[in-house]
T-cell receptor, first 109, second 112 residues
Framework: GIQVEQSPPDLILQEGANSTLRCNFS?????LQWFHQNPWGQLINLFY???GTKQNGRLSATTVATERYSLLYISSSQTTDSGVYFC???????????FGKGTKLSVIP | KAGVTQTPRYLIKTRGQQVTLSCSPI?????VSWYQQTPGQGLQFLFE???????NKGNFPGRFSGRQFSNSRSEMNVSTLELGDSALYLC???????????FGNGTRLTVT
């Protein structure tokens, strides 16, 4: 099945700093989703991004399917951005997502 | 619009028992997926249902089963519980294969 690698595994930021999270995947995909899991375990969909760039407030995501990677940009980070960020391309079935191990982000005041 | 609703939020069971978890998808979503999250294995796909039919199943033993009802609500069942089944079980729904997946808050199962 598809392999998903996320980097860095851990990231500590000062509030207000910017960051870039990376997701590499082993097979070509026609879409990819980014999620944020908050400290209470809730998994929130940030982006559904087949290709190109999407923006939502301070967050934006870019997927380059031909080169098999996606990037998540967080600007002007806030303490509420803390948590684990997962990327998930589809696996064997269209509705079956394969999750990476995530990037754990800690934003300190 | 209400989100994905999972019940119960927490469960404590003993080895050998069985458990049933429930999931109500977002109104209008016909696809329901289940995932298991553990510290060691991360997020792993269990199965996916669409219009009461299981379309995909992950690499889990037969003790894990599920079903979907005509109103798209879904249940998953784990029989003969083992300590390793302790995990956060997440249900997700989607309108179709080209739309975002939305997760519920999960059911945290502890097996003692």
């Amino acid at each position: 099945g598809i392999q998903v690698e996320q980097s860095p595994p851990d990231l500590i930021l000062q509030e207000g700093a910017n960051s870039t999270l990376r997701c590499n995947f082993s097979d070509s995909v026609n879409n990819l989703q980014w999620f944020h899991q908050n400290p209470w375990g809730q998994l929130i969909n940030l982006f559904y991004i087949p290709s190109g760039t999407k923006q939502n407030g301070r967050l934006s995501a870019t997927t380059v399917a031909t080169e098999r990677y996606s990037l998540l940009y967080i600007s002007s980070s806030q303490t509420t951005d803390s948590g684990v960020y997962f990327c998930a391309p589809p696996g064997a079935g269209s509705y079956q997502l394969t999750f990476g191990k995530g990037t754990k982000l800690s934003v300190i005041p | 619009k209400a989100g994905v609703t999972q019940t119960p939020r927490y469960l404590i069971k003993t080895r050998g028992q069985q458990v049933t978890l429930s999931c109500s998808p977002i109104s209008g979503h016909r696809s329901v997926s289940w995932y298991q999250q553990t510290p060691g294995q991360g997020l792993q796909f269990l199965f996916e249902y669409f219009s009461e039919t299981q379309r995909n199943k992950g690499n889990f033993p037969g003790r894990f089963s599920g079903r979907q009802f005509s109103n798209s609500r879904s249940e998953m069942n784990v029989s003969t519980l083992e300590l390793g089944d302790s995990a956060l079980y997440l249900c997700a729904s989607s309108f179709n294969e080209n739309s975002p997946l939305h997760f519920g808050n999960g059911t945290r199962l502890t097996v003692t």
